[in-house]
Nanobody, 115 residues
Framework: QVQLVESGGGLVQPGGSLGLSCAASGGTFSRNAMGWYRQAPGKERDLVATITSGGTTTYADSVKGRFTISRDNPKKTVFLQMNSLKPEDTAVYYC?????????WGKGTLVTISS
């Protein structure tokens, strides 16, 4: 049973930085693609960034150059470093893992960008 637990959300002023972590348990972490999605109030859940088992990354256009995704396979953890944060980055951020054609999700962590 795959379980994902996010941490690191909070309140940050515009222009600030925040780092998110997602710890995975169960599954074959090192062979799975992982990533982050976010859902703002009243909106659909959208992709933020993904990283393959080989380290290839993809980013939403809205976060390119500001966010960085990385992973630590021995620690079964994926990270999202967020810089130059904007109010429109406010959302619940969800960790995602795909294994054997099944998508797994964490419960989410709230990120609020406000002065």
């Amino acid at each position: 049973q795959v379980q994902l637990v996010e941490s690191g959300g909070g309140l940050v002023q515009p222009g600030g930085s925040l780092g998110l972590s997602c710890a995975a348990s169960g599954g074959t972490f090192s062979r799975n693609a992982m990533g982050w999605y976010r859902q703002a109030p009243g909106k659909e859940r959208d992709l933020v960034a993904t990283i393959t088992s080989g380290g290839t990354t993809t980013y939403a256009d809205s976060v390119k150059g500001r966010f960085t995704i990385s992973r630590d396979n021995p620690k079964k953890t994926v990270f999202l470093q967020m810089n130059s944060l904007k109010p429109e980055d406010t959302a619940v951020y969800y960790c995602w893992l795909r294994q054997d054609y099944v998508n797994y999700w964490g419960k989410g962590t709230l990120v609020t960008i406000s002065s």
